[in-house]
């Protein structure tokens, strides 16, 4: 670049504004090494901040004089590719979110702070003269040093630090304590990451017709993009399907990224990839440290690993030969980043995806409906998986009518007879309530006073465990209280069902059998859903006790009876949404049952055995349903017939929020809003939440680029107003639901 006047980098800066900010480059500087996607450090306030460059140019629209310099540039090379910059660009204008926020986003938290961006070279060791020769008996009183001295003894190869961590996660006391006796030393050599000469490190399983055809018509489109819904009944091989269209992926020498909705389903998948596959496989999400992820993320980039599998935030790793992006269970919710930049990685990876000209592969046994609309209008092609793979044939379902019945904490008698001929054939048993705690409400028998949360318009939950009362909304919580603050009576009884209260009766019920509680209360440690879920499947255990992390994806052969134990609580919702994910519920919990050559059965208790949702779904299936709850929506102009941006406000004062929305609507008067339809401002549907007082709008409009134009014009000015520095506000684009 010509030097006719002072070179201007134009940077993303993490804070709450929808802007860039121009600071001088420095002088020393060589801008023909320089590119958009390194980081730099800036002066901002009163302090230091990273930035990330993503323009340079010799324009600025503030005074010159003005312009801080950049304290020093972090990267000698750009972290991010053009495309990965075009894409955060894009995403944050769809998004309408501060550029600077979303571009942070495709960075890990480590180097968000700086840290350094070069990969640390791995160490080496080997045997020395002396431990060629050892005798290994000689170490029997220090087992890990002989077993370790065996392993080196065996191969007789040099080993990598990740070679010693994957035998041992504690291997490095063994490894000095061997180096000080003289019969390992640290090796010179340095081995730069060489592509492996194989992909696979076990055969690939032998697939039915149905998987076969999915395989050939996404492998057919490698090179290329376009969008692939897989559906496919639970049990079917959905990830068989996968691995195989990996497998010609990397044999290309391409790198795929694979997500997942949570964190629960990773161990899992992770296990079969490393058992298929000869390939580096990077692991990101949010139980790693930041360093694990940092590691992860700069192999990906630097092309070391072929494989990422990860969470929501592991979409926008970059990659240096991308080949395939794959999202597993792409209906659930977990997708949809529910707080700051709210992006939904779905949709984000079809953007993504296309940009870079490879396929694209969504998968679900229950697809959501925007997916199955896109797939009627042909946007995306539609492979069936009907059957399950091997002999596993898909449980029967049953609606068990408990008006009038007896109920022991939850359980009727049909059902626990249920459990005890299940239990006799010594299969096992899985019980599915999505409400964790002992009881959702603690009332007084004798003034019927409620136990409230004083900062959210919620019941405390009990945790008799604990002896807690605690808030689901915002953690807030008190000791258990043992009499009525307002009458001072000790009738304080417990109302409703949690998991804790259903495991304390069926510790009673089924003295002499195994159960385990699944949920977020009992897998908080680490290691211990890893743990159970072993126990699970090696037959340990009789009764399985769980929330909603028991529905995705887990494999349980031994599991031939699941019962769903409150299935009426997701039948009536004020949000549209709720009829689809209830049967998305329903669907993937029965699909626990009888996933080897056992048959299985499903019992779902309810109070509304002729209701049409579940009538659908047991008569005809999922895809009826959603074809019935589609014709509902494009009647009534719902989503995905029509776009949605749900307007979110909150404030300490109660006076606040209603301040700010009378400044936007006198605010919008001069804006077009071009067929938008304006709904509210109302109170939200939990008025009052973490002490904050809570409000909403939302905008609809049946033509997406009419309702992006109409809050491009909004936005920007709604920024501006002085009520909007006295509230929190959001904008969400494309809800996936209306709290």
Known sequence: MPSIGPVIFRVAIQVPVYRLFDYLAPIDIDLSTLVPGVRLEVPFGKGLKIAYLLEITQQSDIDISKLKPVIRILDHYSLLS??????????????????????????????????????????YFCLTELGRTADSTVLKRAPKQKSLLDKFQASNVTLSETALAEWNPHWRPALNALITQQLLSQSDVKRPYIAPQKVLSNPALICNPQQQLAIDSVCN????????????????????????????????????????????????????????????????????????????????????????????????????????IILDEEHDGSFKQQEGFRFSARDVAMVRAKSLAIPVVLGSATPSLESLHNAQRQRYELLHLPERAGNSIEPALHLLDIRNKAIQEGLSEALILEMHKTLAKKEQVLLFLNRRGFAPTLICHGCGWVARCLRCDANLVIHYDEGRLRCHHCEQEQQLLKQCPDCQSSQLTPLGLGTERVERVLAE???????????????????????????????????????????????????????????????????????????????????????AEKPGKVIMQTRQPE????????????????????????????????????????????????LFFNALADLMQNIKASHTLILGPVVAPMAKRAGQYRYQMLFQNARRDELQHFLSALMPELAKLKQAKKVRWSLDVDPVDLY
Request: glycine share 6%.
């Open 82 to 123: 053009a495309k990965d910059l075009r894409l955060l660009k894009w995403a944050s204008e769809y998004y309408h979110h501060p550029i600077g926020d979303v571009v942070s986003t495709a960075f890990p938290t480590a180097l968000r702070q700086g840290k350094s961006a070069v990969l640390k070279e791995k160490q």
């Open 221 to 324: 489109h490698l090179g290329r993009f376009k969008a692939f819904l897989l559906e496919g009944v639970t049990g079917s091989g959905k990830t068989e399907v996968y691995l195989q269209i990996i497998q010609a992926v990397l044999e290309q020498g391409l790198q795929v990224l694979v997500l997942v909705p949570e964190i629960t389903l990773t161990p899992q998948l992770e296990e079969r990839f490393r058992h298929r596959f000869a390939v580096n496989i990077a692991v990101s999400h949010s139980k790693l440290t930041d360093k694990q992820r940092q590691i992860a993320w700069l192999q990906m980039q630097t092309g070391q690993c072929s494989i990422m599998l990860g969470t929501r935030s592991a979409l926008f790793t970059p990659l240096t030969r991308p080949g395939l």
């Open 509 to 595: 019920l089924f003295a002499d059998k195994v159960i385990v509680r699944l949920d977020r209360d009992t897998t908080q440690r680490k290691g211990v859903l890893e743990n159970y879920l072993r126990q699970i499947n090696q037959g340990a255990v009789d009764i399985i006790l769980g929330t909603q992390m028991l529905a995705k994806g887990h494999h349980f052969p031994d599991v031939t009876l699941v019962a769903i134990l409150d299935v009426d609580s997701g039948l009536f919702s004020i949000d549209f949404h709720a009829s689809e994910k209830m049967a998305q519920m329903i669907v993937q919990v029965s699909g626990r049952a009888g996933r």
């Open 611 to 658: 209701h049409p949702l579940l009538t659908t779904l047991i008569t005809q299936g999922y895809n009826s349903f959603a074809q019935k709850v589609l014709q509902e929506r494009q009647e009534a102009a719902l989503p995905p017939y029509s776009y949605q941006a749900l307007l979110r406000v909150q404030a300490l004062d109660s006076a606040a929020p209603k």
